[in-house]
């Protein structure tokens, strides 16, 4: 795994730090992810995806419930203890570093906030399903559906889905990923970005048309953030459709 982590770094867009980091996990499965960090030019510093956050939804994506190992070209920031802790395997996730042994993340992380903190069982990773339906009006949006009834997002209910289609036609779809220090929250278009880059290898011009899904009337929103970095990033055009969960 630290062999593989250069491969990493190369999918990394940092334009403002100009630091490249690189994120190689092994899911339950066996099977292994790249993560690398994201930073977009004219945001806030917060919208940044960092390389931790990348591996895990690269693995979401493949269907993980679970990561057993992480191996990082740099020590992960307190940030990305905090997400990590999320994880359905927090309490047995090893981290690698070159030059180190690995070690658990409760040690990096003693005294941990996490979700049984504030009253949630569940995890991140967890499988999810919340009964958002409407009848999406095209392949795109079905799966911006799909991603938002699988979000993870227990601490608002502001469960939310982001699909981008590029202009081949293919469609990558990002799903959000809350944490109980909510900061450390990964948003639906930056998890469909990691998906698009990473597990595309497509590139940020090569995105044509992207459709967000979320709840009606939740207490946050993905629709402000989603136009302003869709617009940095190429004045891609974004639809949206909220429905009600299930229940």
């Given amino acids: 795994m630290i062999e593989l982590i250069p491969e990493a770094k190369t999918f990394a867009i940092p334009p403002i730090s100009n630091f490249y980091v690189g994120v190689v996990a ?3 499965s066996g099977k292994t992810y790249f993560g690398a960090n994201f930073e977009f030019t004219g945001h806030a510093l917060s919208f940044t995806v960092h390389a931790e956050q990348a591996a895990v939804v690269q693995a979401m994506a493949g269907g993980e419930t679970g990561l057993e190992r992480i191996a990082v070209s740099a020590a992960p920031c307190g940030y990305c203890r905090q997400f990590l802790n999320e994880l359905t395997t927090a309490a047995t996730l090893q981290i690698e570093m070159p030059g180190h042994p690995p070690t658990l993340l409760s040690q990096l992380l003693p005294a941990a906030f996490g979700p049984r903190d504030l009253g949630v069982d569940a995890a991140l990773m967890s499988p999810q399903s ?3 339906t409407f009848d999406a009006p095209d392949p795109l949006t079905a799966a911006a559906l799909a991603a938002a009834n699988a979000s993870y997002a227990p601490y608002s209910h502001g469960y939310a889905g982001v699909a981008l289609q590029t202009r081949d036609g293919a469609i990558y779809s990002g799903s959000v990923a809350e944490n109980a220090a909510y900061n450390p929250s990964i948003s639906p278009l930056e998890a469909a970005i990691v998906n698009l880059v990473i597990g595309g290898r497509k590139a940020y011009a090569d995105i044509a ?4 899904v979320e709840v009606a009337d939740a207490p946050v929103s993905q629709a402000s953030a989603t136009r302003a970095v869709l ?4 004045d891609v055009p974004l639809r949206r ?3 009600a969960p299930r229940g």
């Fill in 209 to 212: 048309d992207a459709v967000l």
């Fill in 26 to 28: 092994r899911g339950t």
């Fill in 130 to 132: 919340h009964g958002l």
């Fill in 231 to 234: 617009g940095s990033i190429g």
């Fill in 241 to 243: 459709y909220t429905s």
